[in-house]
């Protein structure tokens, strides 16, 4: 990737145009863009009924013909799926555009958070190598057919919509925990999130963490869970995601692109997450205790857990002890609590292994709508 087309594109005076006004385009590669600082002005798709028409946030969609009008401080971001971006490149060198960003995960990793990382952090992870497991995730087969699943969502300060899902999974039930009680609720049923917060003085962000990790508190009479960050609409089938829990009692997603906590911190860190100061000490702390750069990376926006099950328990109040106590971003922690409570590689499932829940026809990615 030109480093100087990602700075071009930062300048105010410099149009941006993302072409591919698709899941993508809204989802994670909106996120790209955000957190490289670029911002998008404009989209651009081949697709006919999409032009002329505001795809989100206010930010229309014009026919390729039109980046003729478009001056020469234009900049496209490519927001397609890979095997598409050759195809859309060409296309716009053909129409006289050569400042272009393809998209794909290498570059969001390469280009600025290992470069971030040493800026940051006062240690090299690439320099010193630490052994871990290599082992993928064993998925256990569950095979109860009247098996119940508690599927459950946390909003807290008005941070997330509530999104109606489109798919209604058998023996599943649906659960919307807030402070105030939404005028629309569809097929979600209300908990107040008051009931269950543990007494002590909690901020918005730690007391939506809190519901996240405590599912068997929540929800005792419940043997399965499937948890939802607010920004996530349901679209298909995902009572089957339980198959995959493993020995440990939880199933989660790999990170399609951030490869270990260090990463992990210096993204938060860039992208202004949470306090530059407390997130550097926090994993500098795990560097010094041996934390492996290289353990499979986690991404926690949705989980499956067999939640009362006693190792699942365990991690969930581990993890929630670095959450309460150290940064509240919860991929920031989740693999140094696994380690540290030696919970092997292959007894944590993998669910949509290599593949990015946001291009998924299972769900569809919102941009947080709150502070």
């Not at 927001?79 to 555009?97: A, D, F, H, R, T």
């Not at 440990?248 to 992208?271: C, M, R």
């Not at 997450?273 to 041996?290: A, C, H, N, S």
Request: charged letters at 25%.
């Amino acid at each position: 990737m030109n480093e100087q087309v990602i700075e071009k594109a930062k300048r105010s005076d410099t149009k941006v145009c993302a072409f591919g006004a698709g899941k993508i385009g809204i989802g994670i590669g909106l996120d790209l863009a955000e957190f490289l600082g670029i911002n998008i002005d404009f989209y651009c798709d081949n697709d006919e009924a999409k032009w002329n028409k505001i795809v989100i946030d206010g930010k229309k969609c014009v026919s390729p013909s039109e980046l003729f009008q478009i001056s020469d401080d234009l900049v496209c971001m490519i927001l397609v799926s890979e095997e598409k971006i050759p195809e859309i490149y060409n296309q716009l060198i053909s129409l006289g555009i050569t400042d272009i960003i393809p998209f794909t995960y290498v570059h969001f990793t390469r280009y600025d958070i290992r470069n971030k990382m040493k800026e940051y952090f006062p240690f090299d992870i690439y320099k010193h190598k630490s052994d871990c497991a290599g082992k993928e995730a064993i998925a256990l087969k569950v095979q109860k057919a009247k098996t119940k699943i508690a599927v459950y969502t946390c909003v807290t300060g008005g941070y997330d919509e509530i999104h109606k899902p489109k798919y209604l999974s058998p023996n599943c039930d649906y659960y919307f925990i807030s402070e105030q009680k939404p005028k629309e609720l569809a097929i979600w049923k209300y908990l107040d999130i008051g009931k269950y917060l543990p007494d002590m003085p909690l901020d918005e962000r730690r007391m939506g963490r809190y519901c996240k990790l405590h599912p068997h508190k929540i929800f005792p009479q419940y043997d399965y869970s499937i948890y939802l960050d607010g920004n996530v609409l349901i679209l298909d089938n995902i009572g089957h995601f339980i198959q995959y829990i493993g020995k440990s009692g939880i199933a989660a997603l790999q990170h399609p692109w951030v490869k270990n906590i260090y990463e992990e911190g210096a993204a938060n860190i860039y992208y202004e997450k949470d306090t530059k100061e407390l997130i550097i000490e926090q994993v500098t702390g795990y560097w010094k205790e041996g934390m492996p750069y290289n353990l499979r990376h986690h991404e926690t926006s949705i989980m499956v857990r067999q939640h009362m099950n006693k190792t699942c328990i365990q991690i969930m109040e581990a993890w929630w002890h670095e959450i309460s106590s150290k940064s509240f971003r919860d991929q920031l922690s989740f693999e140094y609590v696994l380690w540290k409570n030696n919970i092997r590689f292959e007894d944590v499932g993998v669910f949509l292994e290599g593949k990015d829940w946001r291009t998924h026809k299972a769900f569809q990615h919102y941009v947080h709508t709150g502070k």
